[in-house]
C-alpha cells in the first residue's frame, strides 16, 4: 500500500480504497451503459455476428469507461486524482492535444 500511495502521491489508505472501488464501479457502470446504446444503434448478437458483435461494443465500452471515470471519482472525492489520471493515459493514446498545457 505504501508504494501505491507513493507512487499516485496519495496521503491515506481510504484514498487508495476509494480509488479501487471508482475503478471497479466504473467498469460495471460502462458495460452497463453500454448495452442501451448497442441496442439503439440495432446491433445485437441476435442480429449480427458475435464476431462483429463483441469488438463493437467492447470498442464502445472504451470511450464511456473515459468519460465516466472523472465523474465516478468525483461522486467519492477523488475527482483531482481521476482527472490527471485521464490526462496522462489520453496523452499516452496521442490524445494529449485535447488538454491545455497549463492544467
Do not use: C, H
Request: hydrophobic share 55%; aromatic share 22%; no cysteine.
Amino acid at each position: 500500500m505504501e508504494k501505491l500511495k507513493q507512487r499516485w502521491g496519495i496521503e491515506n489508505n481510504w484514498s487508495i480504497i476509494a480509488i479501487f472501488i471508482v475503478f471497479a464501479i466504473n467498469g460495471s457502470f460502462a458495460t452497463w451503459v453500454a448495452k442501451p446504446i448497442t441496442n439503439f444503434l440495432g446491433l445485437n448478437p441476435e442480429t449480427i455476428s458475435g464476431f462483429i458483435y463483441w469488438p463493437l461494443r467492447i470498442l464502445l465500452i472504451f470511450p464511456i469507461y473515459q468519460l465516466t471515470l472523472p465523474i465516478i471519482g468525483w461522486v467519492f472525492g477523488q475527482f483531482k486524482f481521476f482527472w490527471a489520471f485521464e490526462k496522462k493515459f489520453l496523452s499516452r493514446l496521442g490524445l494529449g492535444f485535447l488538454f491545455n498545457k497549463e492544467d
